[in-house]
């Protein structure tokens, strides 16, 4: 449709027509294509920034539209342009329109975003980039540890990294970054949100910010805040830059992405783009009343808890999320993602309501799509709903984050497990959760801290939450830590105390990473970061949120063992095995693939599961050979081992059984001071191990 009605003949028009492909602003040296979807407007117009101060603009009406997409290109426009649309149409809520011209919107596909609430504009951008040959590093589950991290929060006070760079994306890829990530043994950084994101208006009003950055608002749009260069485009070079330099140290990109619901909250919240374009298709209404008569209802339906829920079945709404992740894979090299309550994008409207479905739209077309099939997929497998928990029951290629590996492993280290069972199966990596199915251990991404809780260090230190400085009288952040402080609430000077807790955070990160599984890491819990009791610091861009690198105060001693704990892991399989353990034999005549052993030696009993009293196990992993084969099919022969993971409050002694396959190990990894790396200790005898300890034997060499 072209509505124009010429004046003159040899006119031309000042608006091209352009085409309705693809969605965004399209630059070339020749023109700029834009192209945008509001199927309901009556008529859209572009707005492009003029130089200088004061957001004056020039407005270019958009004459042509086609399968409800307003499109147009204009001549001669450089990038780093500032552009956005005021779009006219019905303001009708109750039929779920929210027109507004006097608003100025931001493009959904804006590649990148100037300014702020109430001052922000898309900009064009110029997309090449020289990769210089990266390439995908697409490393396997297996061998993948993922490190999740807040980009400003890492850096802002690592006084090695040029002060103009410290919070950035070029800081977050400075040399300094990737030698500690290399060092430590990280394959994988987990980005908190890095789509462009604006802070709650209420957090405004009280002199804060979403620091987390969960509420998105550009979905192709790299955070500018994060740009030290500029946001004018230059943030997305920056971001690629990023990417590039953590690719050549190895270390894979994964996205924490938020597609449940956007910035723009509730029906009374603020209007930046969606709501203002297509507020109907984009964002879910509660369903129709059974007994009613079908009409709509414009109350929003939210399973985020952040004012709505983005309607993944909407074609528009699903086009956009597939898009976006296309774009960030193809265009910006990144490695995977993590999915933000991921249940509420798994849902499909029917006659009993809005349900979880695991056939629905978005999950289909991930599956099947050639580019995303391909890349890491975790999903945070649940939502605020009751009916949203999801945990083992995402569909291939999908893994999960493991809360209840988070559970176990916490209440068996505070002495509250009321047994063995449980952390036993989580240990091996959660069979009862992924094996039916056919997955692997792989889909269990096991953590024991992430970014919403306490880390580490606060686990052990604190019994309460301390979130006073949220400014929500405390009332905010979950009840449910399963923390120990070990006697003293907080800090404390206390010897005992401090020793004890550094042994606890150095059992847990042990655990962690000598888990079957993927093991996910909390930015700084390796060296003790502490938030001061804050469990919710989503609002905390300050000294609670982000790293302290001062050694004075650092839990090196468990840096130490976490780093030996992943070297372990990384250089021998049988620490990381993909297929799941069988408690059979592997070669005729030889041992168990997985043995789990009684303090006096025998193997475990049902009465051992069952004994709510033991807070001792021992996991012997047999390396002679693997079960898996090779690449070619050859066989895998490593070392065997034998861990011990004891809760208990008092020393123990442990049973070594005399056998056929192994007749000594050698300590490679103790949280016990009493038990030094190095000790060699002969089968058939005893090892005394002191309270609250991991201790880990390799196989002596003959």
């Known amino acids: 449709m072209t509505p124009t009605l010429w004046r003159t003949l040899g006119e031309q028009a000042a608006v091209w027509p352009g085409r309705n492909w693809p969605l965004g602003a399209t630059w070339s040296p020749e023109s700029t294509n834009f192209a945008v979807h509001a199927p309901n407007a009556s008529a859209v117009?572009?707005?492009?920034?003029?130089?200088?101060?004061?957001?004056?603009?020039?407005?270019?009406?958009?004459?042509?539209?086609?399968?409800?997409?307003?499109?147009?290109?204009?001549?001669?426009?450089?990038?780093?342009?500032?552009?956005?649309?005021?779009?006219?149409?019905?303001?009708?809520?109750?039929?779920?329109?929210?027109?507004?011209?006097?608003?100025?919107?931001?493009?959904?596909?804006?590649?990148?975003?100037?300014?702020?609430?109430?001052?922000?504009?898309?900009?064009?951008?110029?997309?090449?980039?020289?990769?210089?040959?990266?390439?995908?590093?697409?490393?396997?589950?297996?061998?993948?540890v993922v490190y999740e991290l807040h980009v400003k929060g890492f850096t802002k006070l690592h006084d090695r990294i040029p002060e103009e760079l410290r919070g950035t994306y070029a800081g977050l890829g400075h040399p300094v970054v990737t030698d500690y990530l290399n060092d430590l043994g990280v394959t994988a950084v987990e980005l908190l949100p890095v789509h462009q994101f604006f802070p709650e208006p209420a957090l405004v009003e009280r002199g804060t910010v979403n620091y987390w950055g969960y509420n998105?608002?550009?979905?192709?749009?790299?955070?500018?805040?994060?740009?030290?260069?500029?946001?004018?485009?230059?943030?997305?070079?920056?971001?690629?830059?990023?990417?590039?330099?953590?690719?050549?140290?190895?270390?894979?990109?994964?996205?924490?992405?938020?597609?449940?619901?956007?910035?723009?909250?509730?029906?009374?919240?603020?209007?930046?783009?969606?709501?203002?374009?297509?507020?109907?298709?984009?964002?879910?209404?509660?369903?129709?009343?059974?007994?009613?008569?079908?009409?709509?209802?414009?109350?929003?339906?939210?399973?985020?808890?952040?004012?709505?829920?983005?309607?993944?079945?909407?074609?528009?709404?699903?086009?956009?999320?597939?898009?976006?992740?296309?774009?960030?894979?193809?265009?910006?090299?990144?490695?995977?993602?993590?999915?933000d309550l991921m249940s509420a994008l798994t849902r499909t409207a029917g006659p009993d309501g809005i349900p979880v479905d695991m056939a629905c739209k978005l999950l289909t077309a991930i599956g099947q799509d050639p580019v995303l099939r391909h890349v890491k997929l975790i999903a945070e497998p649940w939502d605020v709903s009751m009916d949203g928990y999801l945990v083992g029951r995402m569909p291939p290629p999908w893994v999960e984050w493991n809360d209840q590996y988070r559970d176990t492993i916490r209440d068996f280290w505070r002495g509250q497990s009321h047994g063995t069972q449980q952390v036993a199966t989580r240990l091996a990596g959660s069979s009862d959760l992924y094996a039916d199915d056919g997955r692997s251990a792989y889909n269990s991404v096991n953590f024991v801290t992430a970014h919403d809780g306490f880390t580490v260090r606060d686990l052990v230190s604190y019994d309460h939450k301390h979130n006073e400085a949220n400014g929500e009288d405390n009332r905010d952040g979950t009840d449910n830590n399963r923390s120990w402080n070990h006697g003293v609430e907080g800090e404390t000077n206390d010897p005992e105390v401090v020793a004890l807790r550094r042994r606890q955070a150095a059992n847990l990160m042990a655990t962690l990473c000598l888990s079957n599984g993927v093991p996910m890491l909390t930015a700084g819990d390796e060296r003790g970061r502490t938030q001061r009791g804050n469990n919710n610091p989503y609002c905390q861009d300050n000294e609670i949120s982000w790293v302290d690198w001062r050694a004075d105060d650092a839990w090196l001693d468990v840096y130490e063992v976490t780093r030996a704990a992943l070297r372990l892991r990384r250089e021998h399989r049988t620490l990381r095995q993909r297929h799941w353990f069988?408690?059979?034999?592997?070669?005729?005549?030889?041992?168990?693939?997985?043995?789990?052993?009684?303090?006096?030696?025998?193997?475990?009993?049902?009465?051992?599961?069952?004994?709510?009293?033991?807070?001792?196990?021992?996991?012997?992993?047999?390396?002679?050979?693997?079960?898996?084969?090779?690449?070619?099919?050859?066989?895998?022969?490593?070392?065997?081992?034998?861990?011990?993971?004891?809760?208990?409050?008092?020393?123990?002694?442990?049973?070594?059984?005399?056998?056929?396959?192994?007749?000594?190990?050698?300590?490679?990894?103790?949280?016990?001071?009493?038990?030094?790396?190095?000790?060699?200790?002969?089968?058939?005898?005893?090892?005394?191990?002191?309270?609250?300890?991991?201790?880990?034997?390799?196989?002596?060499?003959?």
């Open 216 to 339: 998105s608002i550009g979905y192709f749009a790299p955070h500018a805040a994060y740009s030290s260069s500029g946001d004018m485009g230059q943030q997305v070079t920056e971001f690629k830059e990023m990417v590039r330099s953590l690719h050549a140290a190895g270390i894979e990109v994964i996205l924490d992405v938020v597609y449940n619901h956007t910035a723009e909250a509730g029906p009374d919240g603020p209007t930046y783009s969606f709501r203002g374009l297509d507020d109907r298709g984009f964002y879910r209404r509660v369903p129709p009343a059974p007994d009613g008569d079908g009409a709509f209802d414009d109350t929003y339906w939210d399973v985020t808890g952040c004012g709505n829920t983005v309607n993944a079945e909407d074609p528009l709404a699903l086009r956009l999320i597939l898009d976006s992740l296309r774009y960030w894979v193809t265009e910006m090299h990144v490695d995977g993602f993590r999915f």
């Open 45 to 144: 117009w572009l707005c492009v920034g003029l130089p200088g101060p004061g957001g004056a603009e020039r407005r270019y009406p958009l004459t042509e539209q086609s399968l409800g997409i307003w499109h147009g290109a204009l001549p001669s426009i450089e990038p780093g342009t500032r552009y956005g649309y005021r779009v006219e149409g019905p303001y009708a809520p109750e039929e779920g329109m929210r027109f507004d011209p006097s608003l100025l919107l931001l493009d959904p596909y804006g590649l990148a975003v100037s300014g702020g609430p109430g001052s922000a504009w898309s900009v064009v951008v110029d997309p090449t980039f020289d990769w210089q040959g990266d390439t995908p590093i697409r490393r396997r589950w297996l061998d993948t």
């Open 582 to 702: 069988e408690g059979r034999p592997t070669i005729v005549g030889g041992p168990k693939d997985l043995a789990w052993l009684h303090p006096t030696g025998r193997e475990m009993t049902a009465d051992d599961w069952h004994d709510a009293g033991l807070a001792t196990v021992g996991m012997f992993v047999s390396g002679r050979p693997l079960r898996q084969p090779g690449p070619r099919g050859e066989q895998l022969i490593d070392a065997s081992f034998l861990l011990w993971f004891h809760a208990g409050a008092e020393p123990v002694e442990v049973y070594l059984p005399d056998n056929d396959w192994v007749h000594a190990g050698d300590v490679v990894l103790s949280t016990d001071p009493g038990l030094p790396v190095g000790r060699r200790v002969e089968v058939g005898g005893r090892l005394a191990i002191g309270p609250r300890s991991v201790v880990v034997m390799r196989e002596a060499d003959a």
